[in-house]
């Protein structure tokens, strides 16, 4: 009899992470009933992926609202997805990181009495409020899972830590890499066309070093945005032969100051947000990458791109140990310092960019599925 399957994911982060697993586990559907449900905790963003990897979800809950808090938001994701468990009865639910959808899901997957696996398994700040509600998310899910894929030695060493079997926990590498080798090769293929690539073409200039710079999390939001911006109106300032691309994230705390600060800057171009495709095709031509993004840390070594990170945590220690990313926090000092060693300094980022990315070789999805058909 077939093992069933439900892989359920609702932001565009897991749903680039989630992708490769969704096409892997299809690639054996004479031993997997395998199906995708959305909570579409993300709406627009997740659909770009879903499109992007030719993803057509079997349960969609719809449940984007405007201004949706917390509370709403994990008991619709609850009660909807009770249904959708009643309907297929899995026995294996799998739940991506961190997210609002990933907590609601593992808690109404338990209900219901399947097995709960977590892929992305073990990250940990070891503080409840950084960044919030993420880390309380992943622990509740760590409770509540039966199977953990930790991307790294480390982060089963945090499971481990929790009290959790050695034997419920495989180390993959990381899902996003699978993503992304897939990703880079669709679109730089001559016959992949997508606007948003052709709008950024003209900003790449071959005299002028590109630094991407994302920027979105809750806990920079207020005097934190604002030093970000401050350092980077000095680094543009400073070194007209970059080139800073930002792709302003809608959040009116993160729009009014960057929009404030930084429009006037002539060698800093603020754009709107872009589609994963886009995303990973400015990665690859980037220089280098200023951002408080988890996945990027994770994705950007891959590319040989070095990255400052603009939190005063990561979840991600191994990507500071291998060198392949900087914590900066959000001091203006530290941000503009490290940014200008990195311009200048050839060896600091010749040194930076050839580290090895501890998130694995892209062959997270295929140990996933293996370790299931044998479970």
């Given amino acids: 009899?077939?093992?069933?399957?439900?892989?359920?994911?609702?932001?565009?982060?897991?749903?680039?992470?989630?992708?490769?697993?969704?096409?892997?586990?299809?690639?054996?559907?004479?031993?997997?009933?395998?199906?995708?449900?959305?909570?579409?905790?993300?709406r627009e963003m997740l659909d770009q992926v879903?499109?992007?990897?030719?993803?057509?979800?079997?349960?969609?809950?719809?449940?984007?609202?405007?201004?949706?808090?917390?509370?709403?938001?994990?008991?619709?994701?609850?009660?909807?997805?009770?249904?959708?468990?009643?309907?297929?009865?899995?026995?294996?639910?799998?739940?991506?990181g961190d997210t609002t959808t990933t907590m609601a899901t593992s808690l109404a997957a338990f209900?219901?009495?399947a097995i709960i696996c977590h892929v992305e398994a073990g990250l940990r700040t070891f503080n409840m409020k950084s960044p919030f509600p993420e880390e309380m998310n992943r622990c509740v899910t760590g409770v509540l899972s039966t199977i953990h894929f930790s991307p790294t030695e480390t982060s089963k060493n945090n499971l481990l830590r929790e009290n959790k079997s050695e034997n419920s926990i495989l180390i993959t590498g990381n899902t996003v890499i699978d993503a992304l080798k897939f990703?880079?090769?669709?679109?730089?293929?001559?016959?992949?066309?997508?606007?948003?690539i052709e709008d950024l073409k003209p900003l790449i200039k071959e005299n002028k070093r590109i630094i991407l710079v994302t920027g979105h999390r809750r806990e920079n939001h207020g005097q934190g945005f604002i030093n970000i911006c401050e350092a980077l109106k000095q680094i543009a300032l400073d070194n007209p032969n970059t080139q800073i691309i930002y792709p302003v994230h809608l959040n009116p705390n993160v729009q009014k100051p960057v929009y404030e600060l930084l429009n006037q800057v002539d060698n800093i171009k603020l754009i709107s947000p872009l589609s994963y495709p886009a995303f990973v095709w400015l990665m690859d031509k980037s220089y280098l990458i200023i951002t408080d993004s988890g996945g990027v840390q994770e994705e950007?070594?891959?590319l040989g791109k070095p990255v400052l990170v603009m939190r005063d945590t990561t979840e991600r220690p191994e990507a500071v140990d291998a060198g392949t990313v900087i914590l900066v926090g959000t001091d203006k000092t530290k941000i503009v310092d490290k940014t200008q060693k990195l311009l200048n300094d050839h060896d600091s980022y010749s040194n930076m960019s050839k580290c090895h990315n501890p998130y694995g070789d892209g062959s997270a999805c295929e140990k996933i599925v293996e370790y299931i058909f044998n479970h």
């Fill in 111 to 113: 209900y219901s009495g």
């Fill in 1 to 42: 009899m077939k093992k069933k399957n439900l892989i359920v994911f609702g932001t565009r982060p897991e749903a680039i992470k989630m992708a490769p697993l969704v096409k892997e586990f299809l690639k054996h559907s004479d031993k997997f009933d395998t199906k995708v449900c959305v909570t579409a905790q993300h």
């Fill in 50 to 96: 879903l499109s992007f990897f030719e993803i057509i979800p079997d349960y969609d809950l719809d449940l984007m609202k405007p201004n949706q808090n917390l509370y709403n938001l994990t008991s619709d994701i609850i009660l909807n997805l009770k249904l959708v468990l009643e309907d297929f009865q899995p026995d294996y639910v799998y739940v991506h």
């Fill in 300 to 302: 950007a070594p891959s």
């Fill in 183 to 196: 990703s880079v090769e669709k679109v730089n293929t001559t016959n992949y066309v997508d606007q948003q």
